[in-house]
């Protein structure tokens, strides 16, 4: 069997030393490394010399404009009439807002001055009844009292017998006419 690794390369010690913290760091032998080091740049096709990788650059940069160029159609065909419309909704949503806060303000003031001129009404009204009330209750005591002197001078009239003078009667008369004249 013959010895496939037959190659060998030098380089200067300093390299040697990156390419072993290399080799460290990724957890692999030196010659791993190498190995997939150079079916990186053989699949690639990238250029080692070059650190700024142009074709990398030159791949993000088309992705990045195709990028743009979806959202700018977006924008166009979506966002900007979105925009537009929500602009206009929202100016027709504070013309509404202000109209009816106008009106509703308005109706209010009407509410509260017919609220007020309700309230001055139903308190005259409530004064008045309570006269009304008061009046009646004179008026009830009026009969009552009435009926008290009324069944005085019925008592007094039937206790009368044949034999009572006509001055007696007078007097009942007078004193029956001054109590109802002191109601």
């Known amino acids: 069997m013959d010895d496939i690794n037959v190659k060998s390369v030098r380089y200067p010690e300093a390299v040697d030393h990156k390419f072993e ?8 032998t030196k010659r791993q490394v190498f190995i ?10 990238k250029d080692p010399a070059d650190l700024n990788d142009e074709l990398l650059k030159n791949s993000l940069m088309k992705n990045h404009q195709q990028y743009i160029g979806f959202i ?11 925009k537009t419309e ?17 009106e509703v303000l308005e109706h209010n003031v009407k509410v ?3 609220q007020t001129a309700h309230s001055k009404a139903f308190g005259e009204l409530g004064r ?6 008061k009046a009646m209750q004179i008026k009830e005591n009026l009969k ?40």
Not at 21 to 28: P, Q, S
Not at 72 to 82: F, G, K, N
Not at 149 to 168: K, N, P
């Open 128 to 133: 008045v009844l309570d006269i009304i009330l």
């Open 86 to 102: 929500m602009d206009r909704v929202s100016e027709s949503q504070g013309e509404i807002i202000q109209r009816f806060n106008t």
């Open 144 to 183: 009552r009292q009435f009926v008290l002197i009324l069944d005085g001078y019925i008592r007094s009239r039937e206790a009368f017998g044949m034999m009572t003078s006509g001055r007696e009667k007078e007097e009942l008369v007078a004193a029956t006419k001054e109590q109802v004249r002191l109601l």
């Open 112 to 114: 509260l001055n017919n």
């Open 21 to 28: 913290k290399i080799a460290l760091k990724l957890g692999r």
């Open 72 to 82: 700018r159609t977006q924008e166009d065909m979506l966002l900007i009439p979105i």
């Open 36 to 45: 997939q080091m150079v079916d990186y740049f053989y699949k690639s096709k």
